[in-house]
């Protein structure tokens, strides 16, 4: 697959399918063909993030999900966001792509821990962009979604919740300032104004 992708090759899936499109096995079916639509190629983690879906990349990837924005343009629509299919493995690849290795932020839990986290969430309009998400293990990524910490933006220190402390959450970096690329500030902002409340 990977070859083809750097070559320029089309991939076809032929799959036995009945009238309605559906996968049978059985008696009578039929071929269907599907054209393969990579969505990222992503040498640092190994991955090779592709689709079957008729839409092919633009039934993934909204197009407001561009460099330098973390916010899905006010122009799309909630119908046209909730119609997309959210792929969270091109998002976790553009977030590994933009960090360069797949570790969390935090401390030094292993790879296979390792997930790709929002800073401005999906359900707020957050894009898919790199710049939007942090590497977390885990534990981290759900202490962050549940407000037990942010990250100051101005300082890329890690604030604990009121009545918690960096120990208890078993943070080994008291800040972000080690990531060659920081996330981008105005997302951090914005998750810093409502955790702030």
């Known amino acids: 697959m990977r070859a083809a992708l750097d070559l320029g090759l089309p991939v076809f899936l032929i799959r036995d399918t009945n009238l309605k499109g559906e996968v049978v096995e059985g008696k009578g079916p039929r071929r269907r063909v599907d054209r393969v639509e990579f969505l990222e190629d992503n040498p640092i983690g190994r991955n090779l993030v592709f689709t079957f879906s008729l839409g092919g990349r633009g039934a993934y990837l909204l197009p407001e999900d561009q460099e330098g924005s973390c916010f899905l343009a006010r122009e799309t629509s909630k119908r046209e966001v909730q119609n997309k299919k959210r792929s969270q493995a091109a998002f976790r690849a553009a977030v590994i792509s933009r960090y360069g290795e797949k570790r969390c932020c935090l401390c030094d839990a292993p790879p296979e821990v390792i997930e790709a986290a929002h800073i401005v969430p999906v359900s707020d309009d ?72």
């Open 126 to 197: 957050g894009s898919d962009w790199g710049g939007n998400g942090l590497l977390l293990c885990r534990n981290h990524h759900a202490l962050y979604d549940l407000g037990r910490w942010c990250l100051d933006p101005e300082h890329l220190e890690v604030v604990p919740a009121e009545g918690h402390d960096l120990t208890a959450l078993q943070v080994m970096r008291s800040n972000i300032r080690h990531l060659i690329t920081p996330p981008y500030k105005q997302a951090l902002e914005w998750r810093w104004s409502r955790w702030a409340k």
